[in-house]
């Protein structure tokens, strides 16, 4: 078997790998950014050989220069677009860079998945996801023995980040992803996904937007099969009551403890 044989057994299994509407979205962009990339080369091709006969009117760094610019960009967006799909969609942290600096104008979307394969690192984009949410929820943890544990109780001291202006009494600080990552996590430890639960997220916007405006020191029942409520407080402590114990210490050892 030749060397294009088998890669075109890998651009099969790849397409076979993602789903349809995943393979539709990938093959659109491929067809815009070609017909875009051609207009440019022709543009290129009508103007560079007149410039390097005429070295008139023409300018190499006006005319010439931001087709050829053009061109990478387009080159980027292509890349990127495709990228930022499968990482929105699935949840997963994906590099466009690295792909970039590896293909010349002419890849294809079949390039583009391949490389996104090669980064998740012999995950599916199900175990990628779950694998990197674990990994974040764990690295807001620098002190495990910051976790107790009390009958079906999981809290965690020090951990809420309030804004130091407080112009709206207590409310998360700006840019702080920590208490996202606990509560998608908890979302995951409750139904297996990665997307956070409307309860969830609901207390998440009510905690950013501060406590003038939302009362978010009074416990928060949810009432779901694993977890039942949670409570936020002024000194930065988060309390998660569980139906049980042995739900409360399963979440810490799978989402909490390095």
Not at 85 to 97: A, W
Not at 170 to 175: E, N
Not at 190 to 219: A, C, Q, R, T, W
Request: charged fraction near 30%; aromatic fraction near 12%.
């Amino acid at each position: 078997m030749n060397i294009l044989s088998k890669l075109d057994e890998i651009t099969i299994d790849n397409n076979d790998r993602i789903a349809e509407t995943d393979r539709k979205y990938c093959e659109n962009q491929f067809e815009l950014y070609v017909a875009a990339r051609e207009a440019l080369q022709q543009a290129l091709n009508i103007i560079k050989p007149a410039y390097e006969k005429e070295k008139g009117y023409l300018n190499d760094y006006r005319d010439i220069d931001p087709i050829e610019k053009r061109l990478k960009e387009i080159k980027e967006q292509f890349i990127s677009n495709v990228v930022h799909h499968f990482s929105r969609q699935y949840k997963v942290t994906l590099d466009t860079e690295d792909i970039n600096k590896k293909y010349d104008l002419y890849l294809t979307h079949n390039d583009i998945i391949a490389e996104i394969f090669e980064q998740l690192g012999g995950f599916n984009f199900e175990e990628k996801a779950v694998h990197e949410l674990i990994v974040k929820t764990k690295s807001t943890i620098y002190n495990f023995d910051k976790v107790s544990i009390k009958k079906a109780s999981l809290s965690i001291a020090n951990f809420i980040s309030w804004d130091a202006w407080g112009w709206n009494g207590f409310s998360l600080s700006h840019g702080s992803k920590k208490e996202q990552s606990l509560f998608t996590a908890l979302s995951h430890f409750e139904n297996g996904s990665v997307k956070m639960l409307d309860s969830l997220f609901n207390i998440y916007k009510e905690m950013e937007k501060g406590s003038n405006l939302h009362d978010i020191f009074s416990k928060y029942d949810l009432g779901y099969e694993k977890i039942k409520s949670v409570k936020i407080f002024k000194n930065r402590k988060i309390t998660i009551e569980f139906k049980n114990q042995t739900l409360a210490q399963e979440f810490a050892n799978t989402y909490l403890k390095k």
